[in-house]
């Protein structure tokens, strides 16, 4: 017994300390990190932005004054209309438009709302939105121009909706993989989200390796801390049959010690690590990058969803899942199952890390408000189902992003968790999940 | 470097307001998990309830002291039945994952820009202490002694959460050595054996629920009486340290959250001071001042996974007492 | 084959004298499983009945559906003629049935004391308000505990009375069971297993005990595969396949009936249940 103890000890300091080596790895490789950020929007942590436009015309030399906490700064648009203010720290801006820099005949179409506040804190960058009365625009109604508006902001909702629920599948894949196999309500799962942006930042921002490249490695390299984080800590507690309810309070401390251990290296600020050209997506500027991670996340989880079914290891997989003590009097050798499924849950979530960290931006607890989000998607698909969480995630996905129709978007996420708290009340095993045998 | 400074700090954590909320938002959560076995991960929504619940009605209805207090109570048990409701008939990890999304969701809904006139935002809320601070019998002046001297609100402020603390600890004590509390304990370990007696097991952990949470409620409003209503404190940081200090002194006694709360704050106060200190000496160089705070909270999730591991009970618990199921 | 139990001759489903517990039409399917298809079945007042049947036969999923910790996929049932499908379980146990459980639910994080206590109804204590308040409840205290500590002393588990549960052996935990729900003063116990895993040594006194009940006027409906035991102390004998009820009757005439013993035998599950119940059958001829 002591024995035992003393080995899951020296297993618990091993891993914390191995742990620890790999963020000294990162950290090391990246001496750009310590001292700290170079200018330009390409490195700007937490940024406030728009573009404005005068119909279609985008206006350029506009001003635009932002104000905050001890903060003053004005930014300029420029050709295409656009325009960025990096701010140093999260709360709330007071945005205003110098309507006297507009150009000659340009107005705002609500004269009162040429100040706005806006409150940085989940997402990291703000677009500001002043409408202008359209003087450009000879063909047509007054009546017709807001529906189009309408239409393209619905459209625009939808797009970043499904791009967010694709990007949030994979992740909650590995999560519901995990639950699946173990049973274990994985906490510090976020911290792999986390782990997987702040990596792809390191290894693409610090280190200028390529975009592609930095994802295949952070892929790796979160793949590789799923099998360790296994190895070190959750097998030699499976080992000492530690109670499920204990594990879920280990990962919470594990999430802790991983999200404080990211904050100490890369800072509370935001690392923004998208930048690139603009697509029109059927008239919704997009940002081109999230389109593509978009069209890889489909290509993964089909990938996924092919292994699940058509392998022999994955079928396996499904067999653990449903259950383990069958799997392993058929022959099936669970621990060796088990920690695939982390290195397969670590890989998903490290790349689907680094899209949402182009996507929302990266930073040290980003990963906690997308658990969230993944434990919402995987309860809502059925809890231990990885089809079930991939449906979950893109109604959580389209369900954020079309709610801030109706509700602020700052309450976004909090939309998600109330139809999660809804759905329970109603179909507690999930949409796609079967009743449960009692007893 | 005054060390002395530092250690007084540290002890005197020991009385000091803060310790005595999360004694009393502890107690709550043992009721919750340590006797009842239920899975409360948003024990912070109970005490935002009470934070907001009593500064909104004063500042914003100009409830008095006590009808804010009622208030707070009042949205309390209205939050538990809306927890409990959905989610306490199914498997246990449906609650652990439905209270820290509440949490979530009531931290989000306090700090949206939309609802700046209520609740302040992102900014809080302060000044809503001047009722509680006319009642203070205390003449101006200084009291106690080093390192517990105090002016005389900061006396009153902790006389009234320790009298709490004790009055919260003797209610749980009576309430756990009866026929109610023989109920709850049988359902914390197996609740299927308790229901094959005719007992209505839902009820009971409504009850558990309410409880524990009204005294989570108070304990937001002690937090509050000295500082100012900050949206961010709410998060569920808050939450897993409430379980470690529950969990410290031993999740099914009565004295087990109080002292975990006080080595909790010591030993916090303590490192900080002590990092600090080596920080600015130049005995630590490799972190800076900035990085003190996420170190703590470093060593707190390494405490929590070790106590959790290794002692489960807590340092008062008895393990024949309290096992970890589901 | 005439007896006094059955209003007529003894048959699968055959009406009773006087029936406590009537169940109709229940039936439980788990996907595409169907673990219990009971067209009618009659559990006799004041009498010792015995459901048996080989592994899966659905007993212990009948058990749970008649108590309501299973929700059946179709069917009825009254005891004492209340309606009780889809009442909650607690309120079976409120009504008078109260079961044990296969693996044994005694709790071992309270002593055994406290455990019994649990058992009583009714303590006014274990009202939220009124536990606040000692002189409330410490009457009815006082009076259960010589209630519980009489059943200990008849369960010998006297001299256990202040440790925890968990110390307790397999067989003296079965036992804390039976006296915990005998103290809910029950008008039908349903024992799931009571013998296994007894020690050989306590067995005659827990058929003693269920004998005791049956005097004292208390129905018992127990799931058992130990075949002696069945024809030492029943009344009468319900014997369950594949969901069915294949043969009931007074035990010495149910050992005989060549249903019984293909189901036993066809369903290969249990091969000690199979030798005991030939076994039997030789004796009986």
Request: hydrophobic content about 50%; overall charge neutral; some cysteine.
């Given at each position: ?216 490695l952070t892929m790796m390299l979160v793949a590789a801390f799923g099998w360790l984080q296994d190895a070190t800590i959750w097998r030699p507690l499976r080992k000492r049959r530690v109670g499920l309810t204990q594990m879920m309070i280990v990962s919470i401390g594990l999430s802790l010690v991983i999200r404080y ?179 | ?205 409504m009850q558990s629920l309410i409880l524990g949470g009204v005294l989570g409620t108070l304990a937001g409003i002690i937090f509050i009486l000295p500082r100012a209503v900050q949206p961010a404190n709410y998060g569920t940081g808050l939450t897993f340290f409430i379980w470690t200090v529950m969990l410290l002194g ?77 | ?285």
């Amino acid at each position: 017994m002591s024995q035992l103890k003393l080995q899951v000890t020296k297993r618990f300091a091993v891993s914390i300390g191995l742990l620890l080596a790999i963020f000294g790895l990162v950290l090391q490789v990246s001496p750009a990190l310590a001292a700290g950020e170079t200018d330009g929007p390409d490195s700007t942590s937490l940024s406030i932005g728009g573009i404005i436009k005068d119909g279609d015309v985008l206006l350029e030399g506009v001003q635009i004054a932002v104000t905050g906490d001890n903060f003053d700064a004005t930014g300029t648009t420029g050709v295409d209309g656009r325009w960025v203010v990096g701010v140093p720290s999260k709360g709330e801006y007071r945005v205003t438009l110098l309507i006297e820099t507009l150009p000659e005949g340009a107005s705002l179409r609500d004269p009162n709302k040429i100040t706005k506040t806006v409150k940085i804190d989940v997402v990291n960058t703000v677009n500001v939105l002043f409408t202008l009365n359209d003087t450009t625009s000879t063909t047509g109604g007054p009546g017709d121009k807001p529906a189009e508006a309408e239409t393209n902001v619905f459209l625009g909702r939808l797009i970043a909706g499904l791009i967010l629920g694709i990007l949030l599948a994979m992740a909650a894949i590995g999560l519901s993989l995990i639950y699946g196999t173990t049973a274990l309500n994985n906490f510090a799962h976020g911290e792999m989200v986390t782990m997987g942006a702040l990596f792809a930042f390191t290894l693409n921002k610090l280190m200028g390796i390529d975009l592609l490249i930095s994802a295949v490695l952070t892929m790796m390299l979160v793949a590789a801390f799923g099998w360790l984080q296994d190895a070190t800590i959750w097998r030699p507690l499976r080992k000492r049959r530690v109670g499920l309810t204990q594990m879920m309070i280990v990962s919470i401390g594990l999430s802790l010690v991983i999200r404080y251990v990211f904050q100490i290296i890369y800072g509370g600020d935001t690392k923004v690590l998208s930048q690139g050209e603009i697509w029109n997506i059927a008239g919704v500027p997009t940002q081109a990058v999230n389109v593509i991670s978009a069209g890889v996340g489909i290509v993964i989880l089909l990938l996924v969803a092919a292994f699940l079914t058509k392998t022999r290891i994955g079928k396996a997989t499904r067999a653990v899942a449903d259950n383990a003590s069958l799997a392993a009097a058929t022959g099936i050798d669970v621990e060796r199952i088990i920690r695939i499924v982390w290195v397969v849950a670590g890989a998903l979530t490290g790349i689907s890390g680094v899209m949402l960290g182009l996507f929302l931006q990266a930073s040290w607890d980003m990963g906690f408000s997308i658990l969230l989000l993944m434990f919402a998607a995987v309860t809502l698909g059925g809890l231990g189902t990885a089809f079930g969480a991939a449906v979950g995630a893109l109604v959580v996905g389209l369900f954020v992003e079309l709610s801030t129709l109706v509700i602020p978007s700052d309450l976004k996420f909090a939309g998600a968790l109330v139809v999660l708290i809804l759905v329970l009340l109603v179909r507690p095993q999930g949409i796609l999940g079967k009743a449960q045998r009692i007893g | 470097m005054d060390w002395s400074l530092v250690f007084g700090n540290a002890v005197a954590e020991l009385i000091s307001p803060t310790t005595a909320a999360y004694a009393l938002a502890a107690i709550g959560l043992a009721v919750h998990f340590g006797y009842t076995g239920l899975l409360n991960f948003g024990q912070a929504a109970f005490m935002a309830i009470g934070a907001y619940g009593f500064a909104v009605s004063i500042l914003n209805f100009g409830f008095s002291f006590w009808g804010a207090i009622a208030v707070s109570i009042g949205l309390s048990i209205v939050f538990a039945l809306i927890l409990g409701i959905p989610t306490l008939r199914l498997r246990s990890d449906y609650l652990a994952i439905v209270t820290i999304a509440s949490a979530e969701i009531l931290r989000y809904v306090v700090s949206t820009t939309s609802m700046v006139g209520l609740t302040g935002g992102s900014n809080g809320l302060s000044a809503f202490g001047f009722q509680f601070y006319d009642m203070n019998p205390f003449p101006a002046g200084n009291y106690l002694f080093w390192p517990f001297d105090v002016t005389e609100k900061e006396l009153w402020v902790r006389v009234v959460g320790w009298a709490l603390v004790i009055l919260a600890s003797l209610l749980v004590l009576v309430m756990m050595r009866s026929p109610w509390g023989r109920v709850v304990k049988g359902i914390r370990e197996d609740e299927d054996a308790v229901r094959s007696l005719g007992k209505n097991v839902y009820a009971y952990k409504m009850q558990s629920l309410i409880l524990g949470g009204v005294l989570g409620t108070l304990a937001g409003i002690i937090f509050i009486l000295p500082r100012a209503v900050q949206p961010a404190n709410y998060g569920t940081g808050l939450t897993f340290f409430i379980w470690t200090v529950m969990l410290l002194g031993g999740a099914a006694t009565v004295l087990g959250p109080v002292v975990g709360s006080m080595v909790f704050w010591v030993l916090l106060s303590l490192t900080d001071g002590i990092l600090q200190g080596l920080v600015n000496i130049g005995v630590i160089t490799f972190l800076t001042t900035d990085q003190i705070g996420p170190v703590r909270f470093i060593l707190i999730g390494l405490g929590l996974m070790a106590l959790v591991v290794f002692r489960p009970q807590g340092i008062f618990g008895n393990k024949k007492e309290l096992q970890f199921n589901v | 084959m005439s007896n006094q139990i059955s209003l007529g001759d003894a048959s699968p489903g055959c009406q009773k004298v006087d029936p406590i517990l009537v169940a109709d039409n229940v039936s439980r399917q788990f996907g595409g499983l169907t673990a219990v298809n009971v067209a009618h079945l009659e559990i006799p007042r004041g009498k010792i009945t015995a459901l048996i049947g080989p592994n899966g036969a659905g007993k212990t999923t009948l058990f749970n559906l008649l108590t309501g910790f299973d929700k059946p996929t179709t069917g009825t049932w009254t005891f004492e003629g209340k309606n009780l499908a889809g009442v909650a379980s607690y309120k079976v146990a409120r009504l008078g049935m109260v079961r044990t459980f296969q693996l044994t639910k005694a709790l071992s994080m309270l002593t055994v004391i406290e455990n019994m206590r649990l058992g009583a109804q009714k303590q006014p204590g274990e009202r939220f308000l009124a536990a606040m308040f000692r002189p409330l409840w410490s009457g009815f205290e006082n009076r259960i505990t010589v209630q519980a500590e009489d059943l200990l002393k008849r369960f010998k588990l006297d001299a256990k009375r202040d440790d925890f549960a968990a110390a307790l052996s397999g067989g003296q935990r079965k036992l804390l069971e039976m006296a915990r729900a005998l103290m809910a003063e029950p008008k039908l116990v349903m024992l799931d297993e009571p013998m296994a895993g007894v020690n050989p040594a306590l067995t005659q006194s827990l058929l003693d005990h269920i004998k005791d009940l049956k005097s004292n006027g208390t129905t018992v409906l127990f799931v058992e595969h130990d075949m002696h035991m069945v024809r030492h102390i029943s009344d009468w004998v319900v014997v369950m396949a594949e969901g069915k009820i294949v043969a009931e009757g007074p035990p010495a005439d149910v050992m005989k009936d060549q249903a019984v013993i293909d189901a036993y035998l066809g369903a290969h599950a249990d091969i000690d249940l199979g030798t005991v119940s030939i076994k039997t059958v030789k004796d009986g001829e």
